[in-house]
């Protein structure tokens, strides 16, 4: 086994690259979660390494077998992972992502059967789409998203940074290694999901579930790069998964921090953010401005590479500058309510309790940031594309253009500011899918449900088995009728 | 010539026939011989792989011998090849640690128990051994004779009932069996499977047919395939956990063994595919997979629950042989050793944290891992395997099994087995939810205390936890039974070196 795992390594650049990002990630929201009283600290290291050894075996393998056990690894250690937040929302991820994990292993197998037995190019477009549902529950592909927001805006800060800044990449990762010319679903899909979930984004009353759709919105733009099959989109999407990573790692941790400030994960409720924590403040800015991708920093390299070389003609240009749009729409909407949302009266109010934030949380929030920007420093060692031609006056020009439509659109619509929304949950999509099935029959709608979603399936489960149970002959006369039965039906039809 | 296989046979049922008188004189001479002559069988077995280990990873691996020194087809010949090995190596382990686990477990009525145990324990090797069609019905109906009173052995309502009903089922089906071997024995004038082997292609189509239709209702019924599972549930749940596990884990796979070892080798698997049999086996099999899957989700009993997901794993079993493909026998195989590593972790397991319930109902199993937290670990780790998760046995095996179906293009049956697997991570989790619940303190007359009759606790958890790592140890290094599973694949595909090492010596 060992040897196994080990001659089916691929140590190329990439690959290593990819783990020690990953590594990189993982260690710290370890370093942050030790602002998080945990009890059983040794446990929780012992799952992330388990998590480490899983990812690391995804990336680095060209063995298919070698590529599900690091899967399984992955689920099973974030889910234990999860453990140490809520024990729901644990099973909810488990549960989801053990019927995905199914999937992909027949899906796997499905492309083993048809002789690719190494990972790599994959030529057939069928095989492509079925690897890219396979992957779709795990990485949250538009249709199979509906867990993500649940899950990511409910586990503890550390558990929700490393499955939204790592886990969900590794499915982009596999397809990155196989879908190398390029494919159109995946392509359209990408763009569903930039304005979809850059518009629930937008919507959000709830920090960590805008931090959640924003993950989404940004997995469609590396989707959008592998779609396209263009060599520069490709980099563009191979320096998107390692800057979103980083950078979506900061935002998440230091959501932690903000909630446990604010007291509150209402942005509406995140007053004088600037007074209480400059530092994390600037922290929080900067990580939003490398997703918007403003010029100077990584996040512009990566989405000006996808944003120029995926698209053909003049209408797919202007669709990609309104996804550009999207995403500096939700962020600026929120540095708007979340940080500088100033009260006169409360700076002075606030001078005793200024937050002054620890060491842990320090290092763990500005690493990503300096990576980030070291990244952007030498993004030609990855993309092989020289720093000049990213055009860097051009983007500072379209970006002032992209703030200026944003803050207008804001400006007249008030800067979004609607009725705050229930975190999103499995109980909630449930409510939304019955009145719907009510709304067509012309009923009343329902407010909330007398059994929760987990239970409500379960119990539709256990009926069903309960009623094929019943069906069944329950005396022992009736029951070996059967014999007779079958055996006059053999001889009937067989002989 | 090999005097070796005669005394797997006959040193448990020899043991058998000590015990009662051994027992006269004192119960801890008896202890001692039960002790003694596990640990011999064993030996037995390891001499055999150790004497042999050129011929065995070279998969020509041959023993036989003539009882009486009557030349076959006209004697009883006992034969090992690379298949009987493979079984024999699987019941001897997995009895030797069963009975282990028996001593701590069981301490009323000891002396009958062992009897019994090592009476199943003959049998089962004279079934995997005998090369003779007759003399395997008289090991067959040895070893339901032998396990009927185990079922009982709780001596009340439940078991007696279930008892019945085992005797009953298994009654009827040795007797379409011996149908079967009647009808051989009229058409051919012969019993050595060797010798039936190589005339059976030269009947008349109607008579192989019948016979094969005997043959497989009444292995059909031994194995409780789907519409005959009705006393699997009940015999498997009513005794206590270590036959339980006997039942389970063991006593089915020598069903397997002898569905592989008629059907393959004796009859020729070309009879069964030329008539459309094939196909109709595996609906049949997947059918009984996915509605044991069903009948285990609906069902709130420990025991109850564990003996349809064996219903379940026997009819993907059988499914998966009849694809006859090298590859889908080596997953069969590969799934009978990870099945009974497993079903007999999980009931050894179950055994323990029984003790401590009112009842083996889901309720009462509230908080039930704080009771020994290690060992309700090793009970989820193999409840993972169940599901398939790695690095558990039940992920190669699983791995393997889809494999075999897409190989033969037969996408149902890789469906079924992966929806089969979603609905027992439904019923497992279940379980294991319930057992780290904290338990509130009631009402007291709810909680009324449960006196546990361990002998030796420490045997029985040790066992329990050891089966456990055996899941994970052998599924990380899975690749090192490749070679004798192969080998025993191999042994089935080619009927034809059976039959010439039998009668060519």
């Not at chain 1, 998590?51 to 690894?73: A, C, D, H, K």
């Not at chain 2, 493909?325 to 050793?337: F, R, S």
Request: hydrophobic content about 55%; charged content about 10%; some cysteine.
């Amino acid at each position: 086994m060992l040897s196994l795992i080990l001659t089916s390594m691929n140590f190329s650049s990439l690959n290593i690259l990819m783990v020690s990002t990953g590594i990189i990630i993982t260690l710290v929201s370890i370093i942050s979660s030790r602002d998080y009283s945990y009890n059983n600290t040794y446990l929780f290291y012992l799952c992330n390494l388990i998590y480490i050894l899983g990812f690391t075996m995804i990336i680095l393998t060209e063995n298919w077998i070698i590529f599900i056990i690091g899967w399984e690894l992955v689920t099973v250690s974030t889910f234990l992972l999860l453990l140490w937040g809520s024990n729901k929302i644990a099973r909810v991820y488990l549960i989801i992502q053990f019927i995905g994990s199914n999937f992909l292993l027949y899906v796997v197998l499905m492309i083993m059967n048809a002789g690719y037995n190494t990972i790599g190019p994959i030529d057939n477009f069928k095989l492509q789409l079925l690897l890219i549902i396979g992957v779709g529950v795990k990485s949250a592909i538009i249709g199979f998203h509906f867990w993500l927001p649940i899950v990511h805006s409910r586990a503890p800060a550390p558990a929700s940074a490393i499955l939204s800044g790592w886990v969900v990449k590794l499915g982009f990762i596999v397809l990155l290694k196989t879908v190398t010319t390029g494919n159109i679903l995946l392509f359209y899909a990408g763009i569903a999901m930039v304005i979809y979930a850059g518009i629930q984004a937008l919507l959000a009353t709830d920090y960590k579930v805008l931090l959640a759709f924003s993950t989404i919105s940004q997995l469609g733009f590396i989707a959008i790069g592998i779609g396209s099959g263009n060599q520069y989109a490709y980099w563009g999407s191979v320096l998107h998964i390692i800057v979103h990573g980083l950078a979506k790692t900061s935002l998440f941790l230091s959501s932690g921090y903000w909630v446990k400030s604010m007291k509150s994960r209402s942005i509406y409720q995140f007053k004088n953010g600037w007074f209480k924590d400059k530092t994390n403040s600037i922290i929080t800015i900067l990580g939003l401005a490398v997703l918007a991708g403003f010029p100077i920093l990584a996040g512009y390299n990566s989405k000006h590479l996808i944003k120029y070389a995926a698209g053909d003609g003049w209408i797919l240009k202007y669709v990609f500058h309104g996804l550009s749009i999207i995403t500096y729409l939700y962020v600026l909407r929120f540095i708007k309510w979340g940080i500088f949302n100033l009260d006169k009266k409360g700076e002075k109010d606030l001078d005793e309790d200024r937050k002054v934030i620890g060491l842990n949380a320090l290092s763990a929030l500005i690493l990503p940031i300096i990576l980030v920007l070291l990244i952007t420093l030498r993004s030609n060692i990855i993309t092989g594309i020289d720093y000049t031609d990213y055009h860097l006056l051009h983007g500072f020009i379209i970006s002032l253009i992209y703030i200026l439509i944003s803050v207008t659109v804001l400006k007249l619509s008030n800067w979004i500011y609607i009725k705050e929304k229930p975190v999103p949950s499995m109980d909630l999509l449930l409510i939304r899918i019955k009145n719907g099935y009510r709304w067509l029959n012309g009923r009343p709608k329902i407010e909330r449900l007398e059994v929760d979603m987990e239970n409500q399936i379960y119990n539709i489960a256990i009926n069903f088995a309960k009623m094929v149970y019943n069906f069944l002959p329950k005396t022992i006369q009736s029951q070996l009728l059967f014999i007779p039965v079958v055996l006059l039906l053999l001889l009937l039809f067989y002989i | 010539m090999n005097n070796i296989l005669i005394y797997l046979v006959i040193v448990p049922l020899a043991t058998a026939f000590l015990i009662p008188f051994v027992d006269i004189f004192s119960n801890k001479a008896r202890k001692i011989l039960v002790g003694f002559s596990a640990l011999l069988e064993f030996s037995i077995g390891i001499y055999i792989i150790i004497s042999n280990y050129g011929e065995i990873t070279e998969h020509t691996f041959f023993l036989k011998y003539y009882l009486g020194n009557w030349i076959p087809p006209i004697g009883i010949t006992l034969s090992m090849d690379m298949l009987s090995l493979f079984f024999s190596t699987l019941i001897s382990v997995s009895l030797l640690f069963i009975i282990t686990y028996s001593i701590g477990f069981i301490g009323h009525h000891e002396g009958k128990y062992y009897v019994l145990l090592f009476l199943i324990w003959a049998a089962m090797h004279g079934i995997v051994l005998t090369g003779d069609i007759f003399n395997l019905d008289v090991f067959l109906e040895l070893m339901l004779i032998t396990s009927a009173p185990l079922v009982a052995f709780k001596r009340n309502r439940n078991g007696t009932e279930a008892a019945i009903k085992y005797m009953f089922f298994g009654a009827i089906g040795g007797l379409f069996i011996f149908i079967g071997v009647i009808l051989v024995y009229f058409n051919l004038g012969t019993l050595n499977f060797a010798d039936i082997a190589q005339s059976f292609s030269l009947l008349p189509l109607f008579s192989k047919k019948m016979i094969i239709i005997f043959f497989l209702i009444g292995i059909f019924i031994k194995l409780g395939i789907f519409p005959f599972h009705f006393w699997l549930s009940k015999a498997h749940s009513a005794c206590p956990s270590s036959i339980s596990a006997l039942l389970s884990g063991v006593i089915v796979k020598v069903y397997i063994y002898v569905f592989i070892r008629l059907f393959f080798n004796v009859f020729g698997f070309d009879i069964l595919r030329e008539t459309g049999l094939d196909i109709i086996i595996i609906v049949i099999a997947l059918t009984s997979s996915i509605l044991g899957h069903v009948l285990a989700l609906s069902e709130n009993d420990i025991k109850r629950m564990l003996a349809y997901s064996t219903v379940a794993n026997l009819g993907i079993i059988v499914a998966v042989l009849t694809l006859n493909t090298k590859l889908a026998i080596l997953a069969g195989l590969l799934h009978v050793m990870a099945h009974l590593l497993m079903k007999v972790s999980l009931f050894t397991a179950t055994g323990y944290l029984l003790q401590f319930t009112p009842s083996h109902k889901l309720q009462d199993l509230k908080g039930v891992a704080y009771k020994n937290i290690i060992l309700f670990a090793g009970f989820t780790l193999t409840a993972a395997g169940m599901i398939g998760l790695p690095p558990m046995i039940g992920f190669a095996s699983k791995w393997h099994i889809l494999q075999a179906f897409l190989d033969r293009s037969f996408h149902w049956g890789s469906i079924i087995v992966i929806l089969g697997t979603i609905i027992a991570f439904f019923y497992y989790i279940k379980y294991i939810i319930y057992g780290f619940k904290t338990i509130s303190i009631g009402p007291p007359e709810r909680f009324r205390l449960i006196l546990s009759v361990f002998y030796r606790e420490r045997v029985v958890t040790n066992i329990a936890i050891l089966f456990a790592i055996a899941v994970v140890v052998v599924g990380v290094f899975f690749k090192l039974s490749y070679g004798p599973i192969e080998g025993a694949a191999n042994a089935v595909m080619n009927p034809s070196i059976y039959i010439e090492s039998i009668l060519g010596g």
